[in-house]
């Protein structure tokens, strides 16, 4: 079968394509952004240790980490504070899994590095995506376009919601992210070697609690037409 000539993989976007192709705008104080970002960091003893421990990690590799070595060393412990799976709502997190979605002509498609889903073995219906472990030189690409794209492939597969969430990485730095329909807002960045760290996991976990209630209503509904 010959490959759709329209067909774009997700880190060959801009950010000047995402927008012209794919007609998202940004906002600059969407309400659903805010309110991730509100969220008061809560973490016990145990918690606020394990955040220092590989904090002081970061601090000493982070110049000298590859990619690869920020997602297993940093970031995997990161996320694996935050409870992504419900095995009774079945969605969990899944990594290096590819998505694709056509939209119109245009074919949107290629490997996700992090994303929550329904679906037991394979990814249903996406939440939320992390993506671009990118060290913090030699950055040659567009980290946003490409978070983007995967979120409007995502959102184009679901049903409902429109509402979208998403982190991409670079370096230090993680910027939040809200796709709602077409228009999309970016926070400042939080620094993961600073006392943002806590922000960050207080942030990824409000974002856990909102995909749980989400999902939980839509099996009540789904329960309820039956």
Not at 46 to 66: G, K, M, P, S, Y
Not at 119 to 131: A, C, R, S, T, V
């Amino acid at each position: 079968m010959a490959k759709n000539a329209n067909s774009k993989s997700f880190e060959r976007w801009t950010i000047d394509a995402v927008r012209q192709n794919l007609g998202l705008t940004e906002s600059f104080q969407h309400p659903a952004l805010q309110r991730i970002l509100k969220t008061k960091p809560s973490l016990s003893p145990e918690d606020a240790e394990f955040v220092r421990f590989h904090q002081e990690n970061l601090l000493r590799h982070i110049t000298r980490w590859n990619e690869q070595e920020l997602q297993v060393f940093f970031i995997g412990h990161i996320l694996a504070m935050v409870n992504f799976e419900n095995e009774a709502a079945e969605y969990r997190a899944f990594m290096q899994r590819q998505l694709t979605a056509t939209i119109g002509d245009i074919t949107l498609t290629g490997r996700v590095d992090f994303m929550v889903a329904t679906g037991y073995g394979e990814p249903q219906q996406p939440y939320f995506f992390l993506h671009e472990y990118k060290k913090e030189r030699g950055i040659d690409n567009d980290p946003l376009a490409q978070l983007l794209a995967s979120m409007v492939a995502a959102q184009h597969l679901n049903d409902s919601p429109k509402l979208m969430y998403g982190c991409y990485v670079l370096g230090r730095n993680w910027f939040f992210v809200i796709l709602d329909e077409k228009t999309y807002s970016v926070s400042d960045a939080f620094v993961a070697t600073s006392e943002d760290l806590a922000n960050i996991v207080a942030v990824l976990r409000e974002v856990a609690e909102i995909i749980r209630v989400t999902v939980e209503a839509k099996i009540k509904e789904r329960r309820k037409v039956k």
